[in-house]
């Protein structure tokens, strides 16, 4: 379902951000940001219920950065599933990260 606001509108969210003037701010945001050379986003599992503690996430970039990606740290380039296994990079599309059945209504993941 679509966010109050858009269904009013008629629009759905991100439909205008590649378009017009967003997308040549899009087109030259290497102009104002710089790549990160580190690891900056830690792909990991969490149980089902468990709500990790903000000490828990940032030690995650750091594991990472030390010790390369593992089934506690990992990257979109090197996933790991729920068992610890390493799977096949996520290149895209959606869905490409899910494990079990989708939940969604109408099953868009």
């Known amino acids: 379902m679509a966010h109050?606001?858009?269904?009013?509108?008629?629009?759905?969210p991100g439909r205008g951000t590649y378009r017009g003037g967003h997308l040549e701010a899009t087109r030259r945001?290497?102009?104002w940001f710089a790549r990160?050379?580190?690891a900056h986003v830690v792909?990991?599992?969490v149980p089902a219920g468990a709500r990790p503690t903000a000490g828990?996430?940032?030690e995650r970039p750091a594991e990472l950065r030390a010790l390369?990606?593992?089934?506690?740290?990992?990257?979109?380039?090197?996933?790991?599933t729920a068992a610890g296994h390493p799977r096949a990079a996520v290149t895209a599309g959606r869905g490409a990260?899910?494990?079990?059945?989708c939940r969604r209504p109408g099953g868009h993941c």
């Open 68 to 80: 390369g990606p593992s089934p506690r740290a990992a990257t979109f380039a090197s996933p790991y």
């Open 43 to 45: 792909l990991r599992w």
């Open 36 to 38: 990160h050379v580190e």
């Open 97 to 101: 990260w899910r494990e079990g059945p």
């Open 29 to 31: 945001r290497r102009e």
């Open 4 to 12: 109050p606001r858009h269904r009013l509108s008629g629009t759905r």
């Open 56 to 58: 828990e996430a940032l």
